[in-house]
């Protein structure tokens, strides 16, 4: 198989053993902007538990959140751990929000990916998997997100060198696949979800969806 027949295969197996997923559950495009920031370096059950108490002080909206003070805040969101690092991130991102585009997210919408991609590269705190996260999940945008998962599954199975960065995964999914924001979605979720359950650093190969497919397990990744 070639690449895209081989990614398009493992999309294919994960997709007949999972189901779909339905990411990202949130009430809100905001609410996903958000939990993209949260979950840097945490556990979704983490972010899910600083999400609740955000709800339950009525703060996500941008108005709100943007007006509320840091102390506070980093309170609230404290289950997700680095919480001060985390509230300085949401600040810059809500700084950046309402200097430029009125505090709507709605303004976000019509702008093209590449563009409002490096203009959220360039809010301090936000990496290129977050940026990625609010663009695919928040704002339904054909950008596909890379992960631990993605290189340790990718990699083991001979598509992805050690040595690759973000961008070169990236662009390997991204000229093997239909540039669809639907098809991003799923198949990040599924990756996130064999990585969980199989492809682990210590890798439980037997009953793997992937097992009968030729691989290595090599540590590094």
């Not at 493992?10 to 993209?36: H, K, M, T």
């Not at 001060?84 to 990916?113: H, M, V």
């Amino acid at each position: 198989m070639n690449n895209r027949e081989l990614i398009l295969e493992i999309y294919q197996r994960l997709l007949d053993r999972y189901s779909r997923q339905n990411w990202w559950p949130s009430d809100s495009r905001f609410e996903i902007i958000v939990g993209a920031i949260l979950t840097q370096n945490t556990n979704w059950s983490n972010v899910e538990k600083a999400i609740n108490n955000l709800k339950k002080n009525n703060l996500l909206t941008p108005e709100e959140m943007y007006q509320c003070d840091s102390q506070i805040l980093a309170e609230l969101i404290r289950p997700s751990g680095y919480y001060n690092i985390k509230t300085k991130r949401i600040k810059n991102f809500l700084k950046w929000l309402f200097e430029n585009y009125d505090g709507q997210i709605e303004a976000l919408e019509p702008l093209e990916t590449s563009y409002l991609r490096e203009e959220l590269l360039g809010i301090n705190g936000i990496g290129k998997e977050t940026a990625d996260s609010i663009l695919l999940y928040g704002l339904e945008k054909p950008t596909f997100i890379v992960d631990a998962y993605t290189a340790r599954i990718f990699g083991r199975h001979g598509l992805i060198d050690s040595y690759w960065g973000y961008d070169e995964i990236k662009e390997l999914f991204e000229s093997n696949l239909d540039k669809d924001a639907k098809l991003y979605n799923e198949y990040h979720a599924l990756i996130v979800t064999l990585g969980k359950e199989h492809c682990k650093k210590r890798p439980i190969c037997k009953g793997c969806p992937l097992e009968s497919l030729a691989h290595e397990i090599e540590e590094y990744f």
